[in-house]
């Protein structure tokens, strides 16, 4: 029997239409869907927020408020410092220039006796090549201008010999100084350690208890103190903060007492200082009185005599006490003197209390109105001049070898110890430079730990209240403690830095 062909069943007209609507629908739902729906659907940034450990934070930094603040220029207190040192300037030349014309017109109205005095030129010679200059161009003859030949020669040695010897001092302290800078940081390499193990220590504490407090909230839902090792080291904060004020107040005693018992000290010294005073001014009056008492008592003999040739030394006698017109006037009825002989002796005491300048000496201060040249010479140099004048005085020479060795031993001794007084402070300054740092081992570790402590607080935080919350699955939760331990592990602070 052979086979039948396959009819092929072709729907009618009226299943076609009756299908149709349908299919529109559908391709109507879905393009609906695909091209309008989903643009109003809102993006969950959930996932890189817990990735990013991004958390809310209510609190605003003051610093950028203060910040956004720019600071205005002021012309007002920029120039007003100008203005009054100008003024100051100003004012100090005017009142200068003030004084010089009131000097000036005093001078014209004013005794000769009660001017200033006028006061001589020294010119002083202290460098030994000057005065070996000074000395061939007044006189150049052979022997001064040996003699400041061997001035320079000398000079130009002294000038090397120290040299070297300040750049040997110089070359073996620099030496010195890198061998001290070496051993330190040799020695620095345990210290330095010592700070890298300790925050390597503080980072892994703070993993593990960061995973133990995972572990309890994940999986024993039990919500108990964030991050209670930290409490603790918080509150190991507290004391030794205690304990720093506690030193504090302490030392703020010792000096509070010490500057009350230096204001005590003050007050009595002070006391006894005006006593003092007190009893200098009794004394110097007493002493005066006493002195007056001698000079009247001197004259009073004197005139019971009654010698002409006295009359110069009664005169000075008057002045010393500056004694009254009448006083004098009784004394000369004495001598026998004219009306005119009194008044000449009254106008000379007179005078003498008016004047209180004095011409300095002329063996001190040189003739006014005169330049003088002197020399003053201090240097082995000024020997060997001496010596190059006078070589038939040996002790010259004896002078001038002495001396220099002398010298030159002492500038080595002094050189040199210097130089071992440098290097036992360098080697000192490094020993102290270590026991610093190795005291600052704990502080640098402590630091480490509190910065840390700032940085994962608010993440784990954040991790609480998400999961108090209950907006978090739990491996929702987990993905953000991972996160929060990588953070903890290699986020900032740096162990490395």
């Known amino acids: 029997m052979s086979p039948e062909p396959l009819k092929i069943i072709k729907p009618s007209n009226k299943a ?5 609507p349908e299919i529109n629908s559908t391709l109507k739902g879905v393009l609906i869907n695909t091209h309008v729906k989903n643009n109003d659907t809102p993006v969950s940034f959930d996932e890189i927020q817990d990735s990013l450990l991004i958390h809310e934070n209510n ?5 950028i408020k203060e910040g956004q603040k720019e600071s205005s ?3 007002n207190k920029a120039i007003k410092p100008l203005l009054i040192g100008t003024s100051i300037l100003i004012g100090g030349c005017f009142a200068l220039s003030a004084i010089l014309k009131k000097s000036s017109q005093t001078l014209l109205t004013t005794n000769s006796f009660e001017q200033l005095p006028d006061i001589a030129v020294n010119m002083n010679i202290k460098e030994e ?3 070996a200059i000074y000395r061939a161009i007044r006189d150049p003859n052979f022997r001064n201008i040996m003699g400041a030949a061997a001035i320079f020669i000398m000079s130009g040695i002294t000038i090397g010999c120290k040299n070297f010897v300040d750049g040997a001092k110089e070359i073996w302290l620099k030496k010195q100084s890198a061998d001290i800078e070496k051993d330190l940081q040799e020695n620095l390499i345990q210290v330095e350690t010592q700070s890298f193990s300790g925050k390597l220590n503080v980072v892994n504490n703070m993993l593990t208890d960061s995973i133990k407090y995972f572990d309890k909230t994940l999986n024993k839902s039990q919500h108990s103190n964030v991050f209670s090792e930290f409490a603790s080291f918080k509150g190991t904060n507290n004391t030794q903060n205690k304990d720093k004020n506690q030193s504090k107040k302490i030392k703020n005693i010792k000096y509070t007492a010490l500057i009350l018992g230096v204001l005590a000290g003050a007050i009595v010294l002070g006391k006894y200082s005006i006593s003092n005073i007190k009893k200098t001014a009794k004394l110097s009056q007493d002493y005066a009185n006493g002195f007056t008492e001698k000079t009247i008592d001197t004259i009073n003999s004197m005139s019971e005599n009654a010698r002409k040739e006295d009359i110069p030394r009664l005169t000075e006698l008057f002045k010393s006490i500056c004694a009254k ?4 006037q009784k004394t ?3 001598y026998g003197l004219s009306s005119q002989e009194t008044s000449s002796i009254i106008a000379a005491v007179e005078e003498s ?5 004095a011409d300095a000496p002329t063996a001190l201060g040189g003739i006014p ?3 003088q040249y002197y020399c003053y010479i201090d240097e082995n140099r000024g020997h060997l001049y001496n010596w190059i004048l006078n070589p038939e005085n040996k002790f010259t020479k004896y002078i001038f070898t002495a001396f220099t060795i002398s010298s030159a031993i002492g500038y080595l001794f002094k050189q040199g110890m210097n130089a071992i007084k440098e290097v036992t402070v360098l080697k000192e300054n490094a020993k102290t430079e270590l026991n610093l740092r190795k005291r600052l081992v704990d502080v640098e570790v402590a630091n480490f730990q509190s910065k840390k402590k700032s940085a994962v607080t608010p993440l784990i935080d954040n991790f609480k209240k998400q999961a108090e919350e209950g907006s978090k699955s739990k491996e929702e939760l987990k993905q953000i403690a991972d996160n929060i331990l990588m953070e903890i592990k290699n986020g900032p602070p740096y162990v490395y830095t």
């Open 16 to 20: 076609l239409n009756k299908n149709i």
């Open 59 to 63: 609190k605003q930094n003051s610093s």
């Open 73 to 75: 220029f002021n012309i």
């Open 129 to 131: 090549p000057q005065f």
């Open 325 to 328: 017109p009448d006083f004098i």
């Open 332 to 334: 000369a009825e004495k």
């Open 353 to 357: 209390k008016k004047t209180i300048f």
């Open 369 to 371: 109105k005169k330049i």
